[in-house]
């Protein structure tokens, strides 16, 4: 029996109407919110939140609470609740025989953002239209009948950001550094550490503090589905230049380290993710995951998890100075589609079969593409397709559950570098459909 396939039979996940809560372990409080506190949901950004209103960020008193608006018709009201860290279901995955589950926030995007940026904060929101839209009716390059995600409802949704446990996030519990992640919250990083973000003078923007937070909390939600699937995917995600102490280079939380934390200690995740020891990530943006290789996660971990980490990059590529991963693979600029797929299927074969992960975190930047505005490397997007394929395929092949994030893309054409990342979705389903994986 494959590994995910023994998973399974430990914690079942299932669709519910009901609501229900738990309070982890770590919790040891009940204080109620303060009223000034805000339905991140549904709020509008059309004008900007005054400091005075700045809601708080994560849930001190780390209620997990996990809401079942639908119920689908094989299942009663009746049976148990799945601790599923997720505001919204969508589609069914024991029925749905098109795409895996895709984890989306309507606020991973916001309005108003500085039009000349480098990094394009819309493209969460465009890869969601691209998601629902793109078939070869409306895209004659796409080999698909019918659009990937037929509607927005289909989505899974994240927890709402004041709904996010802060034991995830925080030491000692979580990877990262308490005094940092607070100030981070409250909007008060400096002007030194906002400049090495790369944001600027948006960092303390409650906007992107909101969309910072869900966006780790889609990973994590993703990572609970791919364990009891095999395989999810985030539309976002792959925040690898992120320290426990600091953020860089467009990144601020390393969903990748919370994620990998949240999987190995099973008071944390409460018994949801159980079995996950060692834990890989598969990074194939063009810029180290530098952020990723610094975690050490045996002291966080009830029963010490291990974090092994592959990079394949641009050497030559920011950053300047390069941490040390697990497995690191420094390409040349210039390279093009196969020499680059068979660097890649031998760098991954070797780090699976000498590291024998109980997961992977795949992340699949698409900065490798020729003409990205901060990419070196020439790969093509077939080339991009071939990579998230048989990443996928390998991983699901073998038995190991696996995410994938989007990773890095920058491109003043938004809707194309949509489409970009919307391959590893299509990806995704394609190795889903292959192995019938709503039937396991």
């Not at 395929?393 to 696996?402: K, N």
């Amino acid at each position: 029996m494959s590994r995910w396939k023994q998973a399974c039979s430990i914690i079942l996940f299932q669709h519910s109407s009901r609501q229900s809560s738990f309070i982890p372990k770590t919790a040891t409080s009940t204080k109620t919110k303060s009223s000034t506190q805000r339905s991140f949901l549904t709020r509008s950004y059309s004008s900007q939140i005054e400091d005075k209103e700045r809601s708080s960020f994560l849930d001190a008193d780390n209620k997990f609470i996990s809401s079942h608006p639908h119920l689908h018709a094989q299942q009663t009201a009746e049976q148990e609740e799945p601790r599923l860290a997720s505001s919204h279901l969508g589609s069914n995955p024991s029925t749905n025989r098109f795409h895996q589950p895709i984890v989306y926030h309507e606020n991973y995007s916001f309005t108003n953002w500085p039009p000349e940026h480098t990094f394009p904060m819309d493209k969460f929101a465009r890869l969601a239209h691209a998601l629902t839209t793109t078939c070869r009716t409306t895209t004659p390059a796409s080999n698909l009948p019918r659009p990937l995600v037929r509607n927005y409802t289909d989505f899974y949704r994240p927890l709402h950001a004041t709904q996010i446990p802060h034991s995830w996030f925080a030491q000692p519990t979580g990877p990262i550094d308490p005094t940092f992640l607070e100030r981070f919250l409250s909007g008060s990083l400096t002007k030194t550490e906002a400049r090495m973000i790369g944001f600027r003078d948006q960092t303390n923007r409650t906007e992107l503090i909101e969309r910072t937070v869900l966006e780790v909390a889609g990973t994590v939600l993703a990572a609970q589905l791919a364990f009891r699937y095999g395989v999810a995917t985030n539309a976002a995600g792959g925040t690898h230049h992120a320290h426990a102490t600091m953020g860089a280079g467009y990144t601020i939380l390393n969903d990748l380290a919370v994620t990998a934390n949240f999987l190995m200690d099973e008071t944390l995740n409460y018994g949801t993710v159980r079995g996950v020891r060692t834990v890989l990530v598969v990074d194939c943006d063009v810029h180290q995951g530098d952020g990723t290789a610094t975690f050490d996660l045996s002291s966080t971990t009830n029963g010490g998890g291990q974090l092994i980490t592959l990079s394949l990059h641009c050497g030559s590529n920011y950053p300047r100075y390069k941490a040390n991963s697990t497995y690191d693979v420094a390409l040349p600029d210039g390279m093009q589609d196969d020499a680059y797929l068979q660097v890649l299927e031998d760098s991954v074969n070797r780090a699976i079969e000498e590291t024998d992960p109980d997961f992977v975190l795949y992340d699949a930047g698409v900065d490798v593409y020729t003409d990205d505005r901060l990419g070196r490397l020439h790969i093509s997007e077939d080339g991009i397709r071939r990579r998230d394929r048989w990443i996928m395929d390998r991983c699901v092949g073998a038995g190991i559950p696996i995410v994938g994030v989007i990773g890095g893309g920058y491109d003043k054409d938004v809707d194309a570098l949509a489409r970009r990342h919307a391959i590893v979705h299509e990806e995704a389903a394609y190795v889903w459909r292959k192995y019938k994986m709503w039937s396991r």
